[in-house]
T-cell receptor, first 115, second 117 residues
């Protein structure tokens, strides 16, 4: 029973390119969360999605960032026209519902480096 | 917005020593979570606390939910080299409307633990 799978593990992009980060939740989990971690900082919430719905995107930058969780396939976090400040580790977590006990399972993350 | 402050920021200890770290908030939390992050990996949940005053253990780890609901403590007894990592406290975040946004977590900045053999 695989956990949350994120790919790629490492991604290098030049300034101005697009970055696509993929997250396959634990089988049966219908809730996906994306977090960003800057070096030597804690994780910062970005977006909470259910299948085909964005529930809470209060942590998403207003421009260049978008996320989706289609009916079929992985959740995608897309960053357009990347800048150096986008360099960070991006983590995805999944759960069976918006559980009060926050039974998240985190993936191993995608480390984005913008050069 | 909500902020969680962890202390200390880092700790250097000898194998076998006990460790204590804490987390404080300016606002009340109904749930406190403690995570550990190994280098190059995602956070893993260690302990979850749901009631003020609650004391919960998981092996050599013990965590307490402060009575005021604005703080929490994590203790590690008899540390071993594999305890090395970053320890984060976390609690439910608030929605834009000011209520609790289920699923959304606010994390502290972490305590970096180094254990010397």
């Amino acid at each position: 029973n695989a956990g949350v799978m994120q790919n790629p593990r490492h991604l290098v992009r030049r300034r101005g390119q697009e970055a696509r980060l993929r997250c396959s939740p634990v089988k049966g989990h219908s809730h996906v969360y994306w977090y960003r971690q800057l070096p030597e900082e804690g994780l910062k919430f970005m977006v909470y999605l259910q299948k085909e719905n964005i529930i809470d995107e209060s942590g998403m930058p207003k421009e260049r960032f978008s996320a989706e969780f289609p009916k079929e396939g992985p959740s995608i976090l897309r960053i357009q026209q990347v800048v150096r400040g986008d360099s960070a580790a991006y983590f995805c977590a999944s759960s069976t519902r918006d559980t009060p006990n926050y039974g998240y399972t985190f993936g191993s993350g995608t480390r984005l480096t913008v050069v | 917005g909500q902020q969680l402050n962890q202390s200390p920021q880092s700790m250097f200890i000898q194998e076998g020593e006990d460790v204590s770290m804490n987390c404080t908030s300016s606002s009340i939390f109904n749930t406190w979570l403690w995570y550990k992050q190994d280098p190059g990996e995602g956070p893993v949940l260690l302990i979850a606390l749901y009631k003020a005053g609650e004391l919960t253990s998981n092996g050599r780890l013990t965590a307490q939910f402060g009575i005021t609901r604005k703080d929490s403590f994590l203790n590690i007894s008899a540390s071993i080299p594999s305890d090395v990592g970053i320890y984060f406290c976390a609690g439910p975040g608030s929605s834009n409307a000011g209520g609790t946004s289920y699923g959304k977590l606010t994390f502290g900045q972490g305590t970096i633990l180094t254990v010397h053999p």
